[in-house]
């Protein structure tokens, strides 16, 4: 069983949508979850960056944790064709820990 | 130059050459990482240093071999690889010690082995 589950996709939705991304993971040791985005042909961008469980809202991006379900989620309000790309969930048991990715998740938003 | 660099960003190489990919930040961190990125797989973490010191080696093959002369530098030599070695080669750095130890990532090499 892989550590982190993540919906490969593709997905595709149109412009405007609310997006709704997930992880599900095995090991309750993680605390720190973090969101990242990667446009084609670079390299992974910090999102999203929150500890334990609860809300975090960033514009239009929220991250949500909940520890007791060992489940995360990203959602992206009026997604905008600029949101397409490959969204990777990550987490690490604590600071200076290695970071455990999800397979991430591609995102088309069409206009 | 800001943020972490990669050079080169592509490579074709043959299985009996030997090549080297060089990844430089720009943000003053401590730490400094090697990822294998593959289609339809997680990020790979390969190396890790902190301080210059190797502190991890995720079980990788001899055929690559780190380098960190610096803070700043990181290098991964590349020798007598295999086509299935063929993936995006991602290189991040972090500042261990801060009360958020996000890691940046460069660009990427993207690698074909023939």
């Known amino acids: 069983q892989k550590e982190v589950e993540q919906d490969p996709g593709p997905l595709s939705v149109p412009e405007g949508a609310i997006v709704s991304l997930n992880c599900t993971y095995s090991n309750s040791a993680f605390q720190y979850f973090m969101w990242y985005r990667q446009y084609s042909r670079k390299g992974p961008e910090l999102l999203m960056y929150?500890?334990?469980?609860g809300n975090k809202e960033d514009g239009r991006f929220t991250a949500q944790v909940d520890k007791s379900s060992k489940y995360i989620s990203l959602f992206i309000r009026d997604s905008q064709p600029s949101d397409s790309a490959t969204y990777l969930c990550a987490m690490s048991g604590g600071l200076g820990s290695r970071l455990t990715f999800g397979e991430g998740t591609q995102l088309t938003v069409n206009p | 130059e800001t943020g972490v660099t990669q050079t080169p960003r592509h490579l074709v190489m043959g299985m009996t050459n030997k090549k080297s990919l060089k990844c430089e930040q720009h943000l003053g961190h401590n730490a400094m990482y090697w990822y294998k990125q593959s289609a339809k797989k997680p990020l790979e973490l390969m190396f890790v240093y902190n301080f210059k010191e190797q502190t991890e080696n995720n079980s990788v093959p001899s055929r690559f071999s780190p380098e960190c002369p610096n803070s700043s530098h990181l290098f991964l030599h590349l020798h007598t690889l295999q086509p299935e070695d063929s993936a995006l080669y991602l290189c991040?750095?972090?500042?261990?010690?801060?009360?958020?130890?996000?890691?940046?990532f460069g660009p990427g090499t993207r690698l074909t082995v023939l």
């Open positions: 929150t500890y334990s469980s």
């Open positions: 991040a750095s972090s500042q261990l010690g801060r009360e958020k130890d996000t890691q940046y």
